[in-house]
């Protein structure tokens, strides 16, 4: 019983977590960034070498901003956790200092990344969604405070604040290329991304759309979804399944699934995987999950081998009570059936033990390993209460066996 119940502990806590992990774990990766692209459908052929697209990044159509709404409409709207617009505009920058009397500085070609910061998106159903690059991006650092959408406030990268000596409270005029429109813009925060955004500028989308005069339109999209990492049959071509299986394949959060649909609800969109944000994911969840089946199965092991152990003690030592059972007209099968019945009362016990127990070590593990707590689950018992039966049974298969073949007159006789 006391073997059943840690193999049962570990297995109950391995379980516990697996269950629970891979919603957890897709939350943290989330902080990755965005795992889906959405560009326009009309841009230049796509031009991918070794999984890495090289089309040019302003090259092409644009996309209305009113759509977004609808991506919170499609069957899997809830995986949807966040999703941002660019607009990427080059022009030509002027650095004032935030005194009155302060020198100009040329600055010269850069370019300004328009996007939302913290954005209210009506959704179709009457209901908004609060979003922005800050939920997509959660990595993105800012010293000092972000742009409000629709002001002229920017962010700058780190990298072109330190070469242009430009800092909180300073003013920049920028102009589009072809100097059809400028602006004035105060800067309220240094932007630390660790990727080319510290050399630009990044303002709130509407700025953007003004400078390069696309009112109500957007570039590129990156969105953050919630997904199930891909299997051999989620890499399957939908063209080439059957309606039964495009169904269960549509209504799974895969994300090449979630791609498609919303390719359908956003018209002339291609949507494209970041493969190595999605790939990533899914290789470190199967490898934790591989290795959490790895430990449960060594559990499991270790536990048919002590039953093993215990009861072919057990039975050697009750060999006297078991020839006087067949003496006295006990079949051989009576005899292997009241034996086995003991053995699952204990397994019954010690998986119920074992059980409880689990449910301490799964909370304990999920906190201090993955930051959460699994709650217990009632068709885990079932599910370990089974497996305690079965290793019980597999264990002491051999020692029962044995058992019921003991001829009653030897053992009667001391021999």
């Known amino acids: 019983m006391a073997a059943l119940a840690l193999g049962m502990a570990v297995a109950t806590a391995a379980l516990s977590v697996s269950l629970d992990v891979g919603d957890r774990l897709a939350q943290e990766f989330r902080s990755l960034g965005a795992n889906l692209l959405v560009t326009p459908q ?7 070498i070794g999984g890495v697209d090289y089309r040019p990044a302003n090259a092409g159509a644009y996309l209305p901003e009113a759509d977004l709404g609808k991506l919170k409409t499609i069957f899997w709207r809830f995986n949807i956790m966040s999703f941002a617009p660019i607009l990427d505009v080059p022009v030509d920058a002027v650095a004032v200092n935030n005194s009155a009397v302060g020198p100009l500085r040329a600055i010269g070609r850069t370019t300004l990344i328009g996007t939302w910061h913290d954005r209210e998106v009506p959704v179709p159903d009457g209901t908004t969604y609060e979003t922005g690059i800050e939920k997509t991006n959660p990595w993105w650092h800012v010293e000092g405070k972000w742009f409000k959408d629709n002001s002229t406030d920017c962010v700058v990268g780190a990298g072109f604040a330190k070469r ?5 409270g300073d003013v920049l005029n920028v102009a589009a290329t072809d100097k059809s429109t400028g602006m004035a813009l105060t800067v309220v925060g240094i932007l630390t991304t660790g990727g080319p955004e510290d050399d630009a500028i990044v303002v709130s989308l509407a700025m953007a759309q003004q400078l390069a005069n696309k009112p109500g339109q957007y570039r590129r999209l990156y969105v953050s979804a919630l997904t199930k990492p891909e299997d051999a049959f989620a890499r399957k071509d939908p063209k080439t399944m059957t309606p039964a299986e495009f169904d269960t394949w549509y209504c799974t959060p895969y994300i090449s699934a979630i791609a498609l649909q919303i390719s359908e609800e956003l018209k002339g969109t291609d949507v494209r995987v970041i493969r190595r944000v999605a790939e990533g994911e899914g290789n470190i969840l199967t490898r934790v999950r591989t290795l959490l089946w790895l430990v449960t199965f060594a559990a499991l092991l270790a536990a048919a081998l002590a039953v ?6 057990s039975v050697i030592e009750r060999r006297t009570e078991i020839g006087l059972m067949k003496a006295l007209g006990a079949s051989s099968g009576l005899v292997g059936v009241l034996l086995a019945a003991e053995q699952l009362l204990l397994a019954f016990v010690g998986g119920g033990i074992g059980y409880a127990l689990g449910i301490v070590l799964a909370r304990l593990l999920g906190e201090r390993i993955f930051g959460f707590a699994p709650a217990p689950k009632l068709f885990v018992l079932l599910i370990i209460l089974g497996l305690a039966a079965v290793i019980t049974l597999l264990g002491s298969a051999f020692p029962l066996r044995r058992a019921s ?11």
């Open 164 to 168: 242009y000596g430009v800092k909180v």
């Open 42 to 48: 009309a841009d230049s052929l796509p031009l991918e």
């Open 308 to 313: 093993g152990a215990s009861a072919a003690a």
């Open 405 to 415: 073949r003991y001829d009653p007159a030897p053992i009667l006789r001391g021999e």
